[in-house]
C-alpha cells in the first residue's frame, strides 16, 4: 500500500529539524527524509583525524542559537547546553601588538584605545545604536517572515531608531568601516566580525545590505557560541525532539522525484521506486536539486524557471585544515593582550585591508590565492570534550576558488602544498603550532564537501549568496507557486549558517496555510517595528 502523510520535509539539516519538531508538535503526520544514513547536515562532529579529537567540519560556531525563539519553543536547553566565550573575536600583528574585541564594551573600548582612541569613542557611540536596533529591528527580523520593502520603510521611518536603521542599511559596509574608523588593524577585525564565518566575505562587506549587516560590527549582546559535544550535539537534541513528538525518520531516502499533479505537491518518489504520498512537501535542500531534479522544469512557468536560473550561489568556497594538537595555539601578542588564546575566533595573516581585498581579487578571479590569510580557533578550548585531557583541535578556513584554474580538480593536486603555506603562516602567529605540536591534520576542500553535503552547490557554504539582491524581501521565498511545495531551508530568509530561521518561518506558514492551530507564538517583526516609537520616549524593553 501507499504511504501517506501530512507532511514531508526533505533534509534532515538544522532547517528540516527545526521544521519537522514544530509540526510534528502541531499534531501533523510528518516524514523526515534524508539521503544520507547520517541526519544533521553541516551540524556534524567527526574523528577525521585522530580517535578522541573531535571537529566540526562544516557548523563551528553558532550565532546566539540559546536566545532563538525555537530554542526556548522546543525546550532545547536541557538538551543541549552552549558555551558564550566572553572573548570572541582577536587579532594578533606582527609587532607584538594584538587586538581583542569582548563583550563587555569598556573592555572592548580599552583594547581599541591602544589602537586609535578616537576609533573606541566612535565604537562606543556605534554600539550604543547597534544594541538598541539588533533587540528591537535585527533579531525580530531574523526570525519573521520578511514583510514588503516599502511596508517595511514606512514602519522603520516612523521613530528616531528606525530612521537610524535606514541610515545604517543605506550604507555599503565596506565603505562605513573605512569612514568611521582610523586604524588599519581596527577595521581588519571589524571587517572580520561584520562576517559571517572565520573568512571576510566578500558578498557580505561590499554590497548593501537590508539585513543590516554593519550592526553586526557593533552589537556586543548577540553572541557566538561553541554546543557543548560539539555542533553534533544540537543535530541529536532537534532529532529527539522531533522523534518525541511523534515524527517520523527514514535515512538512506533519496528522493527522485517531487510529485506535482495539477500543479499541487502530492508526495514524492524515492530513488528505490518507492512512492509517499502527503498533503505538503517542504524542501530544505538548494534551489538547483529541489527546482531541476526533483520537480522538473516542464512543470514550472517561464517567469519561475526564470527566477530559479538566476538564483545565484556564493562566489568562493573554503579549503579548511583541521588540526589534532599535543596543546592548544599559543599566539603572538599575548604579552600585549594575555586574551587573544581566550577568543573563540582569531585573525591571521593580512594586516591591510589592501591585502585583504587583493587576496580576494584572486579567488575572484579563479586564481588559487598568493598571499595566506584566514580565520582559526580552537574549540576545544570551550568544549575540553572534544580533545583527550590535556590536547586539543584547532581548525583554520581560508577562501578559495571552487575550479582553480577553471577546473574544481586543481585544488586536489595543489591542497598539500597550500595546507603547508597555512601552517607555516599559522606558526609565524602561534609559534607552537609547528611540526612537534601537530599531531595529525585533515584537509578538506570544497569537492570533499559538495560530495558530502550535495545541496552545497559548486561549494557554496550557504546554499546561496547573501548578496542584497537575495536577502530579505528578495529571498528566494517559502511558498512556491506549485500549490503544497514549500521551500524552508537556506535559499529562504534568513540564509545560510546555523540559525533554523528557515525552518522555523515556514512551520507558521505551513500551520496556517493548513488551517493548523499555533501552539506557540510565533516572531513578529511587524509588530516589533509598529512599537520602535515607544523607544523615542523609552518604555520598550530588550528581548527576553
Request: aromatic share 10%; net charge negative.
Amino acid at each position: 500500500m501507499t504511504e501517506e502523510y501530512d507532511g514531508i520535509i526533505i533534509g534532515s539539516g538544522q532547517h528540516g529539524l527545526v521544521l519537522g519538531s514544530y509540526l510534528a508538535k502541531a499534531g501533523l503526520k510528518v516524514l523526515l527524509l534524508e539521503r544520507r544514513l547520517i541526519f544533521g547536515g553541516g551540524l556534524g562532529t567527526t574523528e577525521v583525524t585522530k580517535p578522541g579529537f573531535y571537529h566540526q567540519m562544516h557548523s563551528v560556531n553558532h550565532f546566539n542559537i540559546s536566545e532563538a525563539p525555537w530554542y526556548k519553543d522546543l525546550g532545547l536547553r536541557n538538551k543541549v547546553k552552549y558555551v558564550t566565550p566572553r572573548y570572541d573575536f582577536a587579532q594578533p600583528h606582527a609587532d607584538g601588538t594584538a587586538l581583542v574585541f569582548s563583550h563587555d564594551i569598556d573592555e572592548m573600548c580599552d583594547s581599541i584605545a591602544h589602537f586609535s582612541k578616537k576609533d573606541a569613542q566612535t565604537y562606543r557611540e556605534w554600539n550604543q545604536r547597534a544594541d538598541i536596533i539588533s533587540d528591537h529591528i535585527f533579531w525580530p527580523e531574523r526570525y519573521s517572515e520578511p514583510l514588503p520593502e516599502i511596508e517595511r520603510d514606512e514602519l522603520l521611518s516612523r521613530s528616531a531608531v528606525g530612521r537610524d536603521f535606514l541610515e545604517i542599511i543605506d550604507r555599503q559596509p565596506l565603505v562605513a568601516v573605512n569612514d568611521l574608523f582610523e586604524s588599519e588593524q581596527v577595521k581588519l577585525l571589524l571587517l572580520f566580525k561584520i562576517s559571517l564565518f572565520g573568512t571576510v566575505l566578500y558578498d557580505q562587506v561590499s554590497t548593501r545590505s537590508p539585513m543590516g549587516a554593519l550592526v553586526r560590527g557593533f552589537d556586543l549582546k548577540a553572541k557566538y557560541q561553541v554546543a557543548q559535544g560539539g555542533s553534533v550535539a544540537l543535530a541529536r537534541s532537534l532529532m529527539e525532539t522531533f522523534i518525541a513528538a511523534g515524527g517520523e525518520f527514514r535515512s538512506g531516502a533519496h528522493v527522485e522525484r517531487i510529485i506535482v499533479e495539477n500543479n499541487k505537491a502530492t508526495g514524492v518518489e524515492l530513488a528505490d521506486g518507492t512512492v509517499i504520498r502527503s498533503k505538503f512537501v517542504a524542501s530544505t535542500v538548494d534551489v538547483p536539486q529541489t527546482f531541476v531534479n526533483m520537480v522538473g522544469e516542464e512543470q514550472l512557468s517561464a517567469e519561475y524557471r526564470e527566477k530559479v536560473k538566476n538564483f545565484k550561489q556564493t562566489a568562493w568556497t573554503l579549503f579548511g585544515l583541521h588540526l589534532a594538537l599535543e596543546e592548544a595555539p599559543r599566539h603572538i601578542g599575548t604579552d600585549f593582550n594575555p586574551h587573544v588564546n581566550e577568543s573563540l575566533k582569531v585573525n591571521i595573516g593580512c594586516e591591510s585591508i589592501e591585502q585583504l581585498f587583493a587576496l580576494h581579487e584572486e579567488v575572484a578571479e579563479g586564481k588559487i590565492p598568493s598571499t595566506v590569510s584566514f580565520g582559526t580557533g580552537a574549540v576545544s578550548q570551550f568544549d575540553p570534550s572534544q580533545a583527550p585531557p590535556g590536547k586539543a583541535t584547532a581548525y583554520a578556513w581560508h577562501a578559495m576558488p571552487y575550479a582553480p584554474d577553471g577546473d574544481p580538480a586543481n585544488i586536489e593536486d595543489a591542497k598539500e602544498e597550500f595546507a603547508e603555506r597555512m601552517l607555516e603562516t599559522w606558526e609565524k602567529w602561534a609559534p607552537n603550532v609547528n611540526k612537534k605540536n601537530i599531531l595529525a591534520k585533515h584537509i578538506y576542500t570544497a569537492n570533499d564537501y559538495s560530495r558530502e553535503l550535495i545541496n552545497m552547490v559548486d561549494g557554496d557554504i550557504f546554499v546561496g549568496s547573501f548578496s542584497g539582491e537575495q536577502t530579505m524581501w528578495n529571498h528566494f521565498g517559502y511558498r512556491t507557486p506549485i500549490e503544497g511545495l514549500y521551500m524552508a531551508g537556506s535559499p529562504t530568509h534568513p540564509g545560510g549558517a546555523i540559525s533554523g530561521g528557515g525552518g522555523y518561518i515556514a512551520s507558521r506558514i505551513i500551520c496556517e496555510d493548513m488551517g493548523v492551530p499555533l501552539w506557540w507564538k510565533p516572531m513578529d517583526a511587524r509588530a516589533s517595528l509598529e512599537r520602535l516609537s515607544s523607544l523615542d520616549s523609552g518604555r520598550v524593553g530588550s528581548r527576553g
